[in-house]
């Protein structure tokens, strides 16, 4: 609706943030901000398995594959693996032959994907680029 398009507009840092419009002189509005916060936390706080997140990667890799390296001619690399690190924000890293061509926008359809996939709401997402 109209507001939660203003609320994007001004806050486009946090396209990830849920949007609940409640009163106060409606306690059941209220009693709706508790389980969207108890999911937020889980999402904060929870790990993914590695083999789940390396099955997602390839599955991902063979739609969108990673750059190819800069002046070089060849195929695309699906070459890659992936792990989380760390959570409290859930934090992951991507390990490639070649980071210095993981562009922005590879790192931003990747974090998308990550949060289409698994369950991330109102969760900052990190990704770190490691060589393998």
């Known amino acids: ?40 936390a889980a999402s904060f706080t929870g790990r993914i398995p590695t083999g789940k997140l390396n099955k997602f990667l390839q599955e991902l890799l063979v739609i ?32 490639v032959g070649h980071p210095e061509n993981v562009t922005a926008n590879y790192l931003k359809l990747l974090e998308n994907r990550l949060r289409g996939s698994f369950e991330f709401p109102g969760t900052p997402l990190r990704i770190l680029v490691r060589k393998k």
């Not at 390296?69 to 859930?90: D, N």
């Open 1 to 40: 609706d109209r507001y939660t398009q203003e609320l994007r507009r001004r806050l486009p840092f946090v396209p990830w943030a849920p949007v609940h419009f409640g009163s106060a002189l409606k306690p059941d509005s209220v009693a709706q901000v508790f389980p969207l916060l108890d999911r937020v």
């Open 64 to 95: 969108h594959p990673l750059p190819v390296r800069k002046g070089r001619p060849g195929k695309a690399t699906l070459s890659a693996y992936i792990t989380q690190v760390s959570t409290k924000p859930p934090a992951f890293a991507l390990f």
